[in-house]
């Protein structure tokens, strides 16, 4: 009596045109997925920017004033002394990171205010990725 026997598994040839097919997609998608990764952190920093300027108005709106340069961003947090009419929960839950890990730079005049991020290079100017990215130019 003979028995038929069952083979289970793949052959070398089906294994390596699986693999050659997943190399082929991950050529074609990945520099589709990385390029959109960096335009997504910079979306995000404008994002910021402009949250953290309204969240400066509303401060200015109760108080009449922007927080120093001195005072910086934390001022939203935790409040200032000359704020006499800060509000209870405060106008950020806390002071945002940049999508690089650097936080977001701040100067004000009393009158005019300037939040930026310095991008991804961390270092001030820059082109592309790298350019810093400033509540000025986002109009």
Same mark, same amino acid.
């Given at each position: 009596? =003979?028995?038929?026997?069952?083979? $289970?598994?793949?052959?070398? #040839? @089906?294994?390596?045109?699986?693999? %050659?097919? *997943?190399?082929?997609?991950?050529?074609?998608?990945?520099?589709?997925?990385?390029?959109?990764?960096?335009?997504? =952190?910079?979306?995000?920093?404008? $994002?910021?920017?402009?949250? #953290? @300027?309204?969240?400066?108005?509303? %401060?200015? *709106?109760?108080?009449?004033?922007?927080?120093?340069?001195?005072?910086?961003?934390?001022?939203?947090?935790?409040?200032?002394?000359?704020?006499?009419?800060?509000?209870?929960?405060?106008?950020?839950?806390?002071?945002?990171?940049?999508?690089?890990?650097?936080?977001?730079?701040?100067?004000?005049?009393?009158?005019?205010?300037?939040?930026?991020?310095?991008?991804?290079?961390?270092?001030?100017?820059?082109?592309?990725?790298?350019?810093?990215?400033?509540?000025?130019?986002?109009?």
């Amino acid at each position: 009596m =003979r028995r038929l026997s069952l083979q $289970a598994g793949f052959t070398l #040839i @089906e294994i390596m045109v699986v693999v %050659f097919i *997943l190399g082929l997609l991950v050529t074609l998608v990945a520099p589709k997925i990385i390029g959109k990764t960096d335009q997504a =952190r910079v979306t995000k920093a404008k $994002a910021d920017i402009k949250a #953290i @300027e309204e969240a400066l108005n509303m %401060f200015k *709106l109760d108080n009449g004033f922007y927080p120093s340069s001195g005072e910086g961003l934390n001022a939203l947090v935790q409040g200032t002394p000359r704020a006499k009419r800060f509000a209870p929960d405060g106008y950020l839950p806390k002071v945002p990171i940049d999508p690089w890990g650097n936080e977001y730079l701040y100067q004000s005049d009393g009158r005019d205010i300037v939040i930026f991020s310095l991008g991804a290079d961390g270092v001030e100017g820059g082109e592309g990725y790298n350019a810093d990215i400033s509540s000025r130019d986002l109009d």
